[in-house]
């Protein structure tokens, strides 16, 4: 009876209208604009005609050579007010193609101010950025890649929703950069430079109840050395102020009293050269502070973030019965699996332990998040299972409640229920 009082008044997201288009966030350079503002690529050339001829396309060029990529040579790209309304095509009443005075009907999208391509469902459904952020060693690239694997084999189907890549090229990219290696080689990948092209990975989350929005998922991998660059910051800070969420990684290694307990099966000179890689989690935010956090209002960011302790298999080094750090029994060990629903009762359990953990272990990293992020939540997460050894991993890959920080993400948003039952 209890529990059935209990699902009457639980707490569900409002429902949103859905308005007649959103407006759409580029997943490249970040600019903002109405749907209506989109221009096109030209599905042909012409050597007759000027306009339609092939040429260096400036602001694709200008983008790119953030990457010290070179120019590119492209089909020309149309502006649809050059466009009588009769051969604009819509969708939803959103502007998905136009026909070209040659009778050529093109829908490759793109943003007006870097010549992207933007993803089929953008001004149709929101774009959402998820942010994963953190400094270098961290496991960024791991983390996202057993993420979105997680996301496409379990949680999807616990959700009634589906994960798939928005296009064939980014789930061959996303595959062979990420998910051979782990899932199918047992490699562990190699770290994001920072001087590569920042291409995002594009997913879309749909849920078979139409009367939820679908999303469009946009990941980045960020390079971890370059969270502490001022240079490398500015660029991404764009990013980070659209986000809808961030997931803040920090690795147990990254806090200096953790680092003196646990001892990995690792020569003494190879530990001391492992630990000097590391940067203070709380050089990542004074580097957030000065090109992101600064510039909003009172200093604070209200985006949800997920703080999350990654690598959370190497804590089983610091467990001990009536330990002030882990106990054997600590709600970081055992996998949880949330169905329809964020379980807050378990939300709650990981929330406190790790915000408590944080406090012992780091202060001052701690005292920071709650000062600068005003919506945050604590999590600890394995992405693999086990600690791999000299980038082979041993056994199946078991991640341990990798999805949780997303699904905590979910409810922010608005998409899914939070009970305690």
């Not at 090229?169 to 770290?191: D, L």
């Not at 109840?209 to 050395?225: H, I, P, Q, R, S």
């Not at 004074?286 to 090109?291: A, F, K, Q, R």
Request: proline content about 5%; hydrophobic content about 35%; some cysteine.
């Amino acid at each position: 009876m209890l529990s059935f009082i209990k699902k009457i008044f639980v707490t569900r997201p409002v429902p949103r209208q859905k308005p007649e288009y959103y407006n759409i966030i580029c997943p490249y350079c970040f600019h903002k604009f109405k749907p209506e503002e989109v221009v096109f690529r030209a599905t042909h050339t012409r050597d007759d005609d000027d306009e339609f001829m092939e040429r260096i396309d400036e602001n694709l060029s200008k983008w790119r050579k953030r990457f010290k990529a070179d120019e590119v040579y492209m089909e020309a790209v149309i502006d649809p007010v050059t466009i009588p309304d009769e051969n604009r095509i819509y969708s939803e009443k959103v502007l998905v193609g136009v026909v070209d005075r040659y009778g050529e009907v093109t829908r490759r999208r793109l943003c007006p101010e870097c010549h992207n391509v933007l993803p089929v469902s953008a001004g149709k459904v929101p774009s959402n950025i998820i942010s994963v952020i953190g400094a270098s060693q961290v496991g960024k690239s791991v983390f996202i890649a057993s993420l979105v694997h997680t996301l496409q084999n379990k949680t999807a189907v616990n959700f009634d929703a589906s994960c798939i890549a928005m296009t064939p090229e980014v789930g061959n990219r996303f595959n062979n950069r990420f998910i051979r290696p782990i899932f199918e080689n047992n490699t562990m990948i190699a770290t994001t430079s920072v001087n590569e092209q920042m291409d995002p990975y594009i997913f879309e989350f749909k849920f078979k109840d139409d009367n939820k929005e679908t999303l469009t998922l946009v990941f980045f991998d960020v390079a971890g050395e370059g969270m502490t660059s001022r240079e490398y910051l500015e660029i991404q800070a764009e990013h980070i102020k659209n986000s809808s969420g961030i997931m803040f990684l920090v690795d147990p290694l990254q806090i200096r009293s953790i680092r003196d307990k646990i001892h990995l099966k690792l020569g003494t000179e190879e530990q001391n050269e492992f630990s000097s890689k590391y940067d203070e989690p709380t050089m990542v935010i004074s580097g957030l502070y000065e090109n992101f956090i600064a510039h909003q209002p009172n200093s604070r960011t209200n985006i949800p973030t997920a703080v999350v302790l990654t690598k959370s298999d190497m804590l089983h080094y610091l467990k001990e019965e009536d330990s002030d750090y882990i106990q054997p029994n600590s709600n970081v060990f055992r996998n949880v699996v949330h169905k329809e629903y964020l379980n807050n009762i378990e939300f709650e359990n990981i929330n406190g332990e790790i915000g408590r953990f944080l406090q012992k272990v780091d202060q001052s990293f701690k005292s920071a998040v709650d000062v600068y992020f005003t919506n945050k939540a604590y999590f600890a997460v394995s992405a693999l299972g086990s600690n791999p050894k000299n980038t082979e991993l041993s056994g199946v890959v078991s991640p341990i409640r990798v999805d949780e920080p997303f699904i905590w993400l979910l409810n922010q948003l608005g998409y899914i229920d939070r009970r305690d039952t």
